[in-house]
């Protein structure tokens, strides 16, 4: 009987990883197709990478993107870990509400937040471009950055902090040198997580965007709506890479974090 549950349980994860993947992988293999087409392989060529590479408009979209993602990253962390060390220091009923504040933009459907975005900005009088973007960009990643230093904070023993204070160290100067330190590797890892959220954002970026900061999500939309094409596959190709490489080098601050911890 284990056996047999065993056995489900293994043909079960190889369909789901199947079912999940197979899609990606078709993504990369008609990248490398030489016929225009994605219905039949023609053959291997590496003219589409060629022809996305000499592409201007899809490098400013590209440029857009990484200085958006990169601001978003920064202003998110800092925002996220100051409003979650400010939570150390309130009654639990205040950071009940913190957090409930904070949470709020995960519960909220991202077509509802980029419409009310939209008209806040405007009646703001706020020029729709790199600004916009980043405040709306940071509006949905600054959660991710409290949740992840908030559990982080929750594992440091209080009675380290006691002890600076104790010694005559200042609120500033715990949070420097003892609180900051310690959340270091989490406020890393969360802000990678941000900087992906950041590029592959695609449904309020497309109500903050301005006529001459389309990002790259926004603008593979648009080139999707006439068709398909290999040069579509070779840049989702490369943005799969850029994300497996941005969530690797998360793992990696994790891991790191986890060896300093056990020694």
Known sequence: MRSRTKGFGTFYLSLFFVVLYFPVLSVILYSFNS????AKWAGFTLDW??????DGVIGQSFKTSIQVALLTSVLSAVLGTAAAIIS???????????????????????????ISLLIFFTALGLPFGHLTLVLSHSLFCVPYIYIM???????????????????????????RTIII??????????????????LDDVVISS??????????????FSMMRVGVTPKINALCT???????????LGQLAGKKNRIKEEF
Do not use: N, W
């Open 35 to 38: 016929s225009p087409s994605t």
């Open 49 to 54: 990478y060629r022809e996305l590479f000499s």
């Open 88 to 114: 150390l220091s309130v009654s639990k009923r205040v950071e009940k509400t913190i957090q409930g504040v904070m949470i709020l933009p995960l519960l909220v459907p991202e077509v509802a937040l980029g």
């Open 149 to 175: 230093v908030q559990l982080r904070l929750k594992e440091i023993d209080k009675s380290v902090i006691e002890a600076a204070r104790d010694l005559g160290a200042t609120r500033g100067q715990t949070i």
């Open 181 to 198: 330190p310690l959340v270091m590797p989490s406020i890393i890892t969360a802000s990678l997580l941000a900087l992906a959220m950041s």
């Open 207 to 220: 109500y903050m965007s301005g006529p001459r900061s389309t990002t790259l999500p926004v603008h593979i």
């Open 238 to 248: 490369l943005i799969l890479v850029g994300t497996f490489f941005i969530v690797g």
